[in-house]
């Protein structure tokens, strides 16, 4: 089976009678335009997508695949990463976090609470981290919120 569009959102699609079947697409991949994937059922399926994805990404809930019995949509699966808090009276230092976070041309997302930020784990940014004076770094396994990045694009230099 081959992809070639992005349909909309889960959300938005009637769902009544259909089977849904998702594919796995790790963070990493949500801005390539080809894919082999296999869906949690078993189905292999083939994904081609136009430029557009380069700039827009593929993220949870996209709909690659709708007709009258199945609709196939995208999962991003939860990922190893880092939770970045600055502790009270150190807020200032959020500038010196995003800072050395883009420098280092890794993704980063705003946290669930005010003052913290979210990037992909890696040992030498968790290190770097934990040095800041005033923050707290912690590794956590999550399913990230791609409607919460602050960083344009997700081009990180590790894999």
């Not at 007709?67 to 230092?93: M, W």
């Not at 923050?135 to 694009?153: G, H």
Request: charged share 30%; glycine share 6%.
């Amino acid at each position: 089976m081959l992809c070639e569009k992005i349909l909309g959102k889960l959300k938005d699609f009637d769902l009544t009678g259909k089977t849904v079947e998702y594919v796995d697409i790790e963070w990493h991949e949500a801005f390539k335009k080809i894919h082999r994937k296999t869906t949690d059922s078993g189905r292999e399926v083939g994904i081609r997508l136009d430029d557009s994805v380069l700039t827009r990404g593929l993220f949870q809930d996209d709909v690659i695949y709708s007709d009258e019995n199945l609709v196939i949509a995208v999962n991003t699966p939860p990922c190893e990463v880092i939770e970045v808090s600055l502790k009270p009276g150190h807020e200032k230092y959020v500038a010196k976090v995003c800072y050395e976070i883009g420098n280092r041309h890794a993704p980063l997302f705003w946290g669930d609470q005010e003052n913290t930020f979210i990037t992909i784990y890696n040992e030498p940014m968790m290190v770097m981290l934990e040095k800041l004076h005033g923050v707290k770094a912690e590794k956590k396994t999550v399913k990230l919120d791609f409607d919460r990045r602050i960083s344009a694009a997700i081009h990180n230099h590790h894999h």
